[in-house]
């Protein structure tokens, strides 16, 4: 059983990310990645493609375009290609700022805002694996370290696809630890639901589908996980 001041921490320590991270969205400039990762992402509403920043998946760039659809700017898809030996999100990145000169910041600050689940996941997820693994105060300290990290906090702030990532993938990973520990079919539905996500979210998790195998296979020679 949960004690009462863990079921406080967790909605705090949210709290206060939220706040930094809030802070963080709204004083940061553009940086050079994102630039091209909310065009692209609108490019993934507008035309149905995935052509732009196919070097990643595309969930979290078109997340963060959702506000867009829904407000009035300038677009100009001039560069647009579906070439796949040349790469203009770059392009069209920069192009979508000097269209839209100041108001280019308001329109990333709704694309941040909108990726701000993605790092409530990634929180909540380090929590509940710290706290099936070790209890509950060690489920808080993981989501401490995850909610005042400045590395989660920095990238989290930006429509990139690290924190994204990250967040899917420990959850995938929670996922398919309680599979092995009890592997009916509802577990693994989540275990392969989760895993799609963090497919679709950051190509690296691709390492995934050899990681878990070997996992699998070393776990049953070792006599399985605990049921939980």
Not at 88 to 110: A, C, H, M, P, W
Not at 203 to 217: A, E, M, N, Q, R
């Amino acid at each position: 059983m949960i004690h009462f001041k863990h079921t406080v921490w967790v909605p705090a320590l949210l709290a206060v990310h939220l706040i930094l991270l809030s802070d963080t969205i709204w004083t940061y400039s553009i940086t050079v990645d994102e630039g091209a990762h909310l065009p692209a992402g609108l490019s993934h509403w507008r035309f149905g493609r995935l052509d732009l920043y196919r070097v990643n998946p595309p969930l979290v760039d078109t997340v963060a375009a959702v506000p867009l659809l829904f407000g009035e700017f300038k677009e100009d898809w001039e560069w647009y290609s579906i070439d796949k030996n040349t790469r203009r999100e770059f392009f069209i990145g920069k192009q979508f700022v000097d269209l839209n000169g100041s108001d280019s910041l308001r329109l990333y600050r709704y694309g941040r805002l909108a990726c701000i689940p993605f790092t409530l996941i990634g929180a909540i997820s380090v929590y509940w694996f710290g706290r099936r693994l070790y209890g509950a105060t060690s489920g808080i300290v993981a989501m401490c370290l995850w909610c005042c990290s400045p590395n989660v906090l920095g990238n989290a702030a930006i429509i990139t696809p690290d924190v994204g990532g990250a967040a899917l993938a420990i959850l995938a990973a929670f996922a398919f630890w309680r599979w092995m520990s009890c592997p009916d079919w509802s577990r693994t539905l989540v275990a392969g639901l989760t895993l799609g996500l963090a497919e679709l979210a950051k190509s690296t998790c691709v390492i995934f589908y050899g990681l878990w195998p070997v996992i699998w296979i070393i776990s049953r020679r070792a006599g399985g996980v605990n049921p939980l």
